[in-house]
């Protein structure tokens, strides 16, 4: 059964791509290379010993994406990561999130239903939370305003899809996925995260720091009001996240689902400090890690973490993969980037 996956030459979308071919559907990507790089199909391929098709068109392009679907009958549901994800760029160039993620969405919402395709997956954050009240996060926790034009993105695409959802004529069936905060790689090696110049995210700051591309981590801010000061999140395995969207186009397609809209958290249901992390990263590594502690980053949300309850009753769906290892298979990745360099 062949499932269409935008953005599926990034980060999340990749491994993905493996989880659903492995567990035997024909994912056909969609991506239009923006911030991804063309070495991650020969990863995929090798993780596979297959390629898997690939379109490499703007999904926001109506008539190329409606060719795609014309290309490829018997699509049965579409998983669409494509979007920008940078929340400091968002704030630099908003009109660019705005018609990237809204407008990417909005043409597959119009072409889908043209060629009888009625299954969607879509990438959400916890990042709709905004500074959350309560902890952990359930599904029922209101949404508070978006601390970036990049989380109004996801906050309007989760709106958009509820109010198709509720025209008379109705067929879509979507699955919002809140994903926490994915890291690590695939156990091969063969496929990670690729951030372009200098990573905004904690993890991969910390792999290019341990590997010297870097001079050192700032933990930006120790004064929170969390048991060591430092930030909170909720850090997923990107393969167990992947895991999440197999399990989630399984329901769409057995029916089960029980509204046209439902809502998961995907995380881990445990918070860790920035601390914390460092110092399983030495724990996985065997590094020493240059760190000190700076001011805080603006728009930074203290804690946050899931109440992973509701994916693990309704979908089953449970992580598997330990901080530490998880960790570990970042700095596996980062080591195999260097010996390609
Ligand atoms: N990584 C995170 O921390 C995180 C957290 C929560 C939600 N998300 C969401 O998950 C999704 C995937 O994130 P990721 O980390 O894999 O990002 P990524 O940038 O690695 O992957 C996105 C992919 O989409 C492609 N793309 C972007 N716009 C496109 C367009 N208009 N047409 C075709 N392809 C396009 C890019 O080239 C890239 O390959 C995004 O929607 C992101 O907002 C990510
Ligand atoms: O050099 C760094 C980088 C990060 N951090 C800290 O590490 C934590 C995690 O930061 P990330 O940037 O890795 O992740 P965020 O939680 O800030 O944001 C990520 O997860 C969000 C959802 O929670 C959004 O989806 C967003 O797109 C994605 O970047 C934060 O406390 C941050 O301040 C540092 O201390 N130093």
């Keep these: 059964?062949?499932?269409?996956?935008?953005?599926?030459?990034?980060?999340?979308?990749?491994?993905?791509?493996?989880?659903?071919?492995?567990?035997?559907?024909?994912?056909?990507?969609?991506?239009?290379?923006?911030?991804?790089?063309?070495?991650?199909?020969?990863?995929?391929?090798g993780i596979l010993g297959t390629a898997v098709p690939t379109h490499r068109i703007d999904c926001a392009d109506e008539?190329?994406?409606?060719?795609?679907?014309?290309?490829?009958?018997?699509?049965?549901?579409?998983?669409?990561?494509?979007?920008?994800?940078a929340v400091g760029e968002s704030v630099a160039?908003?009109?660019?999130?705005?018609q990237n993620n809204v407008g990417s969405l909005l043409t597959l919402l119009k072409v889908m239903p043209e060629f009888g395709v009625e299954n969607l997956v879509f990438s959400s954050s916890c990042t709709v939370y905004g500074i959350p009240d309560a902890l952990p996060v359930t599904e029922a926790t209101p949404t508070k305003p978006a601390s970036s034009p990049y989380g109004r993105t996801k906050q309007m695409c989760e709106e958009i899809v509820?109010?198709?959802?509720?025209?008379?004529?109705?067929?879509?069936?979507?699955?919002?996925?809140?994903?926490?905060?994915?890291?690590?790689?695939?156990?091969?090696a063969r496929i990670g995260e690729l951030p372009l110049g200098v990573p905004n995210n904690l993890v991969p700051y910390i792999t290019q720091t341990a590997a010297g591309i870097r001079e050192k981590l700032t933990i930006n801010g120790s004064d929170y009001d969390?048991?060591?000061?430092?930030?909170?999140?909720?850090?997923?395995?990107?393969?167990?996240?992947?895991?999440?969207?197999?399990?989630?186009?399984?329901?769409?397609?057995?029916?089960?689902?029980?509204?046209?809209?439902?809502?998961?958290?995907?995380?881990?249901g445990h918070g860790n400090s920035v601390?914390?992390?460092?110092?399983?990263?030495?724990?996985?590594?065997?590094?020493?890690?240059?760190?000190?502690?700076?001011?805080?980053?603006?728009?930074?949300?203290?804690?946050?973490?899931?109440d992973a309850t509701k994916a693990a009753e309704v979908l089953g769906f449970k992580t598997e993969t330990s901080l530490?290892?998880?960790l570990a298979s970042s700095w596996k990745w980062q080591q195999t980037l260097a010996d390609k360099k």
């Design 93 to 98: 160039k908003p009109l660019a999130y705005f």
């Design 63 to 85: 008539a190329a994406l409606r060719q795609v679907f014309a290309a490829e009958p018997d699509i049965v549901g579409v998983i669409h990561f494509a979007a920008f994800k």
């Design 324 to 326: 530490l290892d998880s």
């Design 162 to 188: 509820h109010d198709v959802s509720a025209a008379p004529d109705n067929k879509l069936r979507t699955i919002l996925l809140r994903y926490f905060n994915p890291i690590g790689a695939h156990a091969s």
């Design 226 to 268: 969390t048991p060591d000061g430092t930030n909170v999140r909720d850090y997923i395995h990107v393969v167990d996240l992947a895991k999440a969207h197999v399990v989630a186009v399984q329901r769409l397609l057995d029916r089960k689902a029980t509204d046209t809209v439902e809502t998961f958290n995907v995380g881990t």
């Design 275 to 306: 601390l914390e992390v460092v110092q399983a990263f030495e724990q996985a590594s065997g590094q020493k890690l240059n760190y000190s502690i700076g001011p805080r980053r603006p728009g930074d949300v203290p804690a946050i973490y899931a």
């Design 1 to 45: 059964m062949k499932i269409l996956v935008t953005g599926g030459a990034g980060y999340i979308g990749s491994h993905a791509v493996v989880e659903l071919h492995q567990a035997g559907f024909q994912p056909i990507i969609v991506d239009n290379f923006s911030n991804s790089e063309e070495s991650v199909l020969a990863g995929i391929e």
